[in-house]
């Protein structure tokens, strides 16, 4: 979440699993002033890794050495026998079911028990572990209170992930696991020419909706913002609202909006964003249309009233119980919202709108890699740590995923033949229509205070029309403007 980040965007997004635990309220997003009040998190104006030791990500050669085995073709990473390995997964809107699958085959065949903690505090019980070198081998790194992969990155506490790239995957020994996973993963992965970050989960980003509520009202999913428009003008005289969103983290907002700006505009426009070049937010056109767009929505009244103050459970409910037909989201939401879905709902997500003179065709959509997973490279066991992450990758524990959490890896084709969800169905449709044209954006993931603080709480005020579209642009490069020219912000570059 992501992104995200975004989730990033999820991303990131994914938080309370509402299904295991029955909060509607309690998660990850609860415990982030508290956190940041230690200094122990990433958060807008907050820097949790400051008071952590820096040094090399290999760890001591020695202790390197200790910890690995005699390679082979079943091995192929040398995982030493009945070394011990911890892992900590984050447990939020995904649950850590599928994980605590993937450490039990780990079990079995290398004699040991994983040392299995599932959390929604990443961030506030690893930061003293990385800063007094004993950090868990593998780590799934989300949620609102994640560690700065940045930060840990830059100070070289993250295992060099290549061997995992270069390993044979489960299934085929002729393939590597670079072949069976999408490109994109590992692209999203790196740091500079490193990939240390295995995003492991793919998630879908758009505008989701009940198939049921629209079939039954005679309605059409728009192909256009402009038919958008005139249909929240028909669900509104149905006494309906035609869209609803988290207005307490209104950066959920940003899984559309920001990819709406980028298939208008084009991906070269949306790079420029990405890289904070001057001037990318108020010299393109597609900005102007997309922001235009959520202005005109919010004078015409299509927002839910009362979205402003809700939580995302809360206007996940809201839409499950019919008092708005289209929520922005990712694909996370189908087991997030589960307690709260009705039968027959039809959960579906739908593509991108097109605008005026698009860049990119109709039927492109957002879809990110997502879930981060990092391996500690100062961790006891880091090969038992890629090792545990060759498993994830097989195509029964992504089919594992699937099935427990309604959502994507980023395992090519893994769910063929499967039998689908009605959400993740819908998600693997539109995903497949849209080919080539896929969007994927880095700006939540590589500067989260200015996106989901600074540009959160302007895109708050537009929702709720206390700020007009050629404000929220300005304020939006003159935020983006400062964080480039911050020498405290680690700064990364996206080529076109």
């Not at 929604?120 to 560690?147: E, M, W, Y």
């Not at 426009?269 to 990405?274: K, L, S, Y």
């Not at 922001?291 to 995302?312: D, I, M, N, P, R």
């Not at 087991?335 to 005026?356: H, Y």
């Amino acid at each position: 979440m992501g992104s995200t980040s975004a989730e990033n965007t999820e991303h990131t997004e994914n938080s309370t699993n509402a299904a295991s635990t029955g909060a509607a309220g309690v998660g990850r997003r609860d415990l982030i002033k508290r956190s940041a009040a230690l200094g122990l998190i990433s958060v807008p104006t907050m820097s949790f890794l400051s008071a952590c030791a820096t040094g090399g990500g290999g760890g001591d050669d020695k202790e390197t050495d200790a910890a690995e085995g005699e390679k082979s073709a079943g091995n192929p990473l040398g995982v030493k026998k009945g070394l011990a390995l911890e892992a900590f997964i984050f447990k939020g809107g995904l649950g850590d079911q599928y994980a605590k699958d993937a450490e039990a085959d780990y079990n079995k065949t290398y004699g040991v028990t994983v040392k299995h903690t599932g959390t929604q505090q990443v961030g506030p019980k690893l930061t003293p572990r990385f800063a007094g070198g004993n950090p868990p081998d593998v780590i799934d790194n989300s949620g609102a209170d994640h560690l700065d992969m940045n930060k840990l990155s830059t100070q070289g506490q993250l295992q060099d992930l290549q061997a995992l790239l270069d390993a044979a995957s489960m299934d085929d020994p002729d393939k590597k696991i670079s072949d069976t996973i999408h490109p994109s993963t590992i692209e999203k992965g790196k740091h500079g020419g490193t990939f240390d970050v295995l995003y492991y989960a793919f998630t879908i980003y758009g505008t989701w909706y009940s198939q049921k509520a629209l079939d039954d009202n005679g309605w059409a999913y728009p192909k256009s913002l402009s038919e958008m428009v005139t249909l929240c003008g028909e669900i509104k005289k149905k006494g309906i609202a035609p869209w609803t969103y988290a207005g307490k983290y209104p950066y959920y907002v940003h899984f559309n909006l920001f990819a709406q700006i980028a298939k208008i505009g084009g991906m070269e426009g949306w790079i420029a964003i990405d890289n904070l070049e001057p001037k990318a937010w108020t010299s393109n056109a597609a900005v102007k249309e997309v922001v235009e767009h959520y202005e005109e929505l919010a004078a015409k009244g299509y927002f839910l009233e009362g979205s402003q103050g809700l939580t995302h459970i809360q206007s996940q409910t809201a839409w499950n119980k019919g008092k708005a037909v289209f929520i922005p989201n990712g694909s996370w939401v189908e087991n997030e919202a589960a307690p709260t879905t009705p039968e027959g709902f039809e959960m579906s997500v739908g593509a991108l709108f097109d605008g005026t003179g698009d860049k990119m065709p109709h039927g492109t959509l957002r879809a990110e890699p997502s879930e981060p997973y990092i391996v500690a490279g100062k961790g006891k066991n880091p090969v038992g740590g890629m090792e545990l992450l060759r498993i994830m990758l097989s195509k029964k524990h992504a089919q594992n995923f699937a099935k427990l959490v309604k959502s994507l890896t980023c395992v090519v084709d893994a769910t063929e033949g499967m039998t689908l969800s009605p959400g993740l169905a819908s998600a693997s449709k539109v995903f497949k229509e849209a080919g080539d044209n896929i969007i994927s954006l880095q700006l939540q993931e590589w500067y989260p205070s200015l996106t989901d603080e600074k540009i959160g709480g302007l895109t708050g005020q537009l929702l709720t029309g206390e700020l007009k579209a050629a404000d929220w642009i300005k304020k939006t490069q003159e935020y983006a403007d400062a964080v480039a020219k911050d020498d405290s912000v680690t700064k990364f570059k996206r080529e076109a």
